[in-house]
């Protein structure tokens, strides 16, 4: 009875993860995220980049260094400058020594280090976001490839079942003398060609449920005959676009970050031409444990300042590397300013030119399948039609349906794109009502 139960809640469990992964896109994007090797490592590397934080703290903080050391020294063989032998001796020594050191200037080195230490971790998480996005991208990408692929096979199937049925029509047409051999080999030209239509699109669609099982890393849903309605948090202007991109876009954050990171890497080359100043407190113990025991303790505390003044030229040299570093970078940042601005107004431009192509395909959609109805009633009934004007409309609303399909799938894409471009392409950004 226990083990009925069980194997009953394992079915329902089961059929409810099936529902909710053939139902919600928000499942397979969450799982790219958490089980694609690249973000993984991304992650890895983000916690390896804030340690650098409490690298550079440290040197802030006292040091605390405890040495022990012990020996046992033997002499024999002892001859004096008279000849004489002495007899051979023995002696242990046994030392514990406790250090502090406490670094009190180093010329603004430290202060440096830990704002640089902070700004690597900001770019890490950038570059993070930058992969999260891509994947999101992928993911979403493939969901809809995925669907615009398996309308393109069902299309071209259901196109090849017309085509299969029109044959047979016309062969017994002809039998009757109502259409010509002409009319009959077009037909099942027109099949030969659907055939191998429907062929193409069907490896299509093999290699897209690959495609999308790659980046979501679970199997690819059965049910894909109608898109989910999933709205997005858009921008409603390109101006908007740009504040936003000039704002959120991950790689110009990270131009921005690597050129304070080269800005404070100058400061700390700068830092090394000044003096610096250590406290050292130290306390030492030491015992001589030879026939005759001796102990002693001493106490230390030393300040020193050193000033590095000439160092064979390294260090002039080191600051003039990181002044053309830095340069490099804002030159760089210059570049990528310029470029984001021009993606974000590309991606823009194809956001909208989606949308309009979708609305025309819709027209088109309609018109074809209208025409399409006409002409194969008046085809049917023995009017004027003749079968390559059949043939013409049903490949016209075959192109119709393909074309729309793919708008539907383009326009979605571009939003994503989009999205990416301006830094809001997350998980929460995608809605669904």
């Given amino acids: 009875m226990i083990r009925l139960f069980t194997i009953f809640l394992f079915l329902i469990s089961f059929f409810l993860n099936s529902l909710y992964a053939a139902s919600d896109i928000t499942y397979f994007v969450k799982s790219a995220l958490k089980n694609n090797p690249k973000i993984n490592a991304e992650r890895e590397n983000l916690k390896s980049i804030k340690q650098n934080q409490n690298i550079s703290k440290s040197e802030f903080l006292p040091s605390l260094t405890i040495t022990g050391t012990q020996s046992s020294i033997k002499t024999s063989e002892i001859i004096d400058q008279s000849g004489s032998k ?6 242990n020594t046994d030392s514990k020594k406790i250090s502090i ?8 080195q430290g202060i440096n280090k830990f704002k640089k230490s902070k700004l690597e971790f900001e770019k890490a998480k950038n570059e993070y976001k930058q992969i999260e996005q891509e994947i999101i991208l992928d993911s979403v ?9 398996s309308k393109n096979k069902e299309f071209n199937l259901a196109n090849v079942n017309l085509l299969e049925q029109q044959v047979e029509s016309d062969k017994l047409r002809l039998q009757k003398g109502e259409i010509s051999l002409t009319d009959l080999a077009q037909s099942e030209s ?8 429907f062929t ?8 897209a449920i690959a495609e999308f099982e790659k980046i979501t890393r679970v199997n690819a849903p059965n049910d894909l005959t109608e898109p989910l309605q999933i709205t997005f948090d858009m921008p409603k202007s390109l101006k908007e676009a740009l504040i936003s991109s000039n704002k959120n876009n991950p790689s110009l954050m990270i131009a921005r970050i690597n050129l304070a990171i080269s800005e404070r890497e100058l400061n700390v080359e700068k830092a090394k031409l000044s003096p610096s100043a250590t406290l050292n407190y130290s306390k030492t113990e030491n015992r001589d444990l030879s026939a005759t025991v001796d102990e002693n303790e001493e106490e230390t505390v030393q300040a020193s300042i050193s000033w590095p003044i000439i160092q064979g030229g390294k260090n002039l040299s080191s600051i003039k590397k990181s002044k053309h570093k830095k340069e490099k970078s804002k030159l760089l940042l210059e570049d990528k300013e310029n470029e984001i601005k021009t993606e974000t107004a590309t991606n823009w431009s194809f956001y909208q030119s989606a949308e309009s192509v979708l609305i025309s395909t819709a027209a088109q959609l309609k018109a074809a399948e209208i025409a399409n109805e006409g002409i194969s009633l008046e085809y049917d009934s023995g009017n004027t039609r003749t079968t390559l004007e059949l043939i013409q409309s049903r490949s016209l609303l075959l192109e119709a349906r393909i074309s729309h399909a793919e ?10 794109k989009l999205l990416e471009q301006v830094g809001g392409l997350t998980t929460q950004a995608i809605k669904i009502p």
């Fill in 190 to 197: 027109s099949l030969a060609g659907a055939q191998a239509n």
């Fill in 200 to 207: 193409k699109a069907d490896t299509e669609y093999v290699s």
């Fill in 407 to 416: 708008a539907e799938k383009n326009l979605i894409v571009s939003k994503l």
């Fill in 101 to 108: 050191d406490q670094k009190i200037f180093q010329g603004f």
């Fill in 86 to 91: 002495s007899d051979d001796t023995k002696r």
């Fill in 141 to 149: 990408s493939a969901y809809y490839d995925l669907i615009f692929k």
